[in-house]
């Protein structure tokens, strides 16, 4: 049976510009061909199982010819796979997408189109430069740049567009910019018209240079302007300076480094302004020995209280309860959650939390524990009180270890574990070396640890000029037994204050 294509346009950059019905192509796809010119975040939404085909060109160095992709396309959804092309921008525009949509028909492959948002639109609208305006231009004309303009016949007409008002975009044209502005003048725009550069429109590096027809190919030689870039021609590049929105907002510039699992809690900080880049160091998985869980949750009845100390552990506990045993059995016991999300994520099963520490670490449970279970004899305070503790593996002992010395009983049990992700960290690699990432966020000892290992040695030098935020002092310990700097520790050991404590910082910079 023949499978069927998806041409997805991407979007310029800006990971929340993806469409919908793109991210739903993405999450059922069984292979991925795509590009360079994309958030290569996005294929964090990819099953994990799928094909990756990496098909893309940087500066002009192209890793598959478009015959080669072409046939790549008809080889995989011949298998009878669902497959994702994934292009920057929109598949239509300037993406060859319609080449390659022939190729589908004529080998009689089923294929649906999926446009995106382009970066003849969105790098302008990220710059503050609407295209059209009733005051200033009714109609956009969106040219490439790349065309040899010394060759005697031109596809383009210069006459026509030179001559008429409206507001016309190049795209992929730094190289030429000197032959195209030369061309415009020529052929009836004035020298003075405002013209626009726009490099990496709406990513965390974006950057806006503005002049003339007459200067502009100056100033981006002096400003070191490289592709990718648009460029705006047109009087509506006067509005920037009133609409520039993005460039304003207080986290703009910065690329903040997410190691955990899942970005939850810093949203903060792309409202702001700043562009998150998710490389995951940890991978949350079950137990390898559910036995010890069971043993608990078939004594349940026997326990005073219920300690869960995380998200992961709520899950992974009430997932096992459900299969081993039924939420009645909790019936009389007392629930203690480490956390403010810890709680919520226990309400969501419709559990009310008796007990929420007021420091969410294991000095503090100890602090709650007594105030709610104190005898008279110091040595033994908790006598008589029985625990059950789902956890993750290799957790600190500072809690159990303290209960026994006080005359509990508790049984800390491996609910889930994390481990390490087989992953390559290519990528992030590069964007460490190039000066692209300005925090990188460690919200546990392993999330360092394994960000070390990942890079092979490298991690060190790769985090020198990177300010670090960690989560607690046994993940600063880590990352300072590595002869490195931590920049920012919040108080409390959330993800929430973490994200407020990276605003305070970034912004004070």
């Not at 990177?466 to 409390?492: C, F, N, Q, Y």
């Amino acid at each position: 049976m023949k499978g069927k294509v998806y041409l997805v346009g991407a979007g310029p950059g800006d990971i929340g510009l993806l469409t919908v019905k793109g991210l739903a192509c993405l999450q059922k796809a069984e292979a991925v061909v795509y590009d360079f010119h994309l958030n290569a975040q996005i294929l964090n939404y990819i099953k994990h199982d799928a094909e990756f085909i990496y098909a893309g060109k940087r500066g002009g160095q192209h890793t598959m010819s478009q015959d080669e992709i072409n046939r790549i396309l008809v080889e995989k959804a011949g298998e009878g796979k669902k497959v994702c092309r994934l292009k920057g921008g929109d598949p239509f525009v300037f993406g060859r997408g319609g080449e390659e949509a022939e190729a589908l028909f004529e080998a009689g492959i089923e294929f649906e189109i999926v446009p995106g948002v382009s970066s003849a639109v969105a790098a302008p609208a990220y710059a503050g430069i609407p295209l059209t305006h009733r005051a200033y231009s009714s109609s956009i004309t969106i040219l490439p740049g790349y065309e040899d303009l010394t060759k005697s016949e031109s596809s383009i007409d210069w006459a026509g567009i030179a001559s008429g008002r409206g507001t016309i975009v190049f795209l992929m044209a730094v190289k030429n910019i000197n032959e195209v502005c030369r061309k415009l003048i020529e052929n009836g725009r004035r020298p003075e018209t405002p013209v626009a550069v726009i490099r990496w429109g709406t990513r965390a590096d974006q950057k806006t240079v503005v002049g003339a027809l007459d200067n502009i190919a100056e100033l981006i030689r002096e400003t070191e302007i490289r592709p990718p870039a648009v460029m705006v021609v047109g009087d509506v590049v006067n509005l920037r300076e009133k609409l520039k929105w993005y460039e304003k907002k207080p986290l703009f510039g910065h690329r903040i480094l997410i190691t955990r699992e899942h970005s939850t809690g810093f949203e903060l900080l792309e409202e702001l302004g700043a562009e998150l880049m998710e490389f995951h160091t940890i991978k949350i998985a079950p137990p390898k020995d559910w036995g010890p869980l069971d043993s608990a949750i078939a004594g349940i009845a026997s326990y005073d209280w219920l300690v869960l100390t995380s998200a992961n552990g709520v899950r992974y506990f009430f997932s096992r309860l459900f299969e081993k045993g039924d939420i009645r059995d909790l019936k009389g016991l007392s629930v203690c959650a480490v956390g403010t999300k810890t709680a919520s994520a226990i309400n969501g099963y419709g559990i009310k939390v008796d007990m929420v520490p007021e420091e969410f670490n294991s000095e503090g449970l100890i602090e709650a524990f007594v105030s709610a279970h104190g005898r008279e004899k110091n040595e033994e305070k908790l006598k008589g009180v029985k625990i059950l503790l789902p956890r993750a593996e290799a957790a600190r002992e500072v809690f159990p270890e303290r209960v026994r010395e006080l005359g509990g009983e508790i049984d800390a049990v491996t609910a889930y574990r994390s481990v390490k992700p087989e992953t390559h960290g290519k990528r992030l690699r590069r964007f460490l070396k190039e000066g692209k990432i300005t925090v990188a966020t460690f919200t546990s000892a392993a999330t360092f640890n394994n960000f070390m290992e990942m890079m092979e040695g490298d991690g060190g030098g790769l985090l020198n000029d990177v300010a670090i935020a960690v989560i607690g002092p046994v993940t600063a310990r880590a990352v300072e037994k590595a002869g490195l700097k931590v920049s920012i520790m919040p108080a409390d050991a959330t993800v929430d204050a973490m994200a407020r404590a990276v605003m305070d910082w970034a912004i004070k910079k």
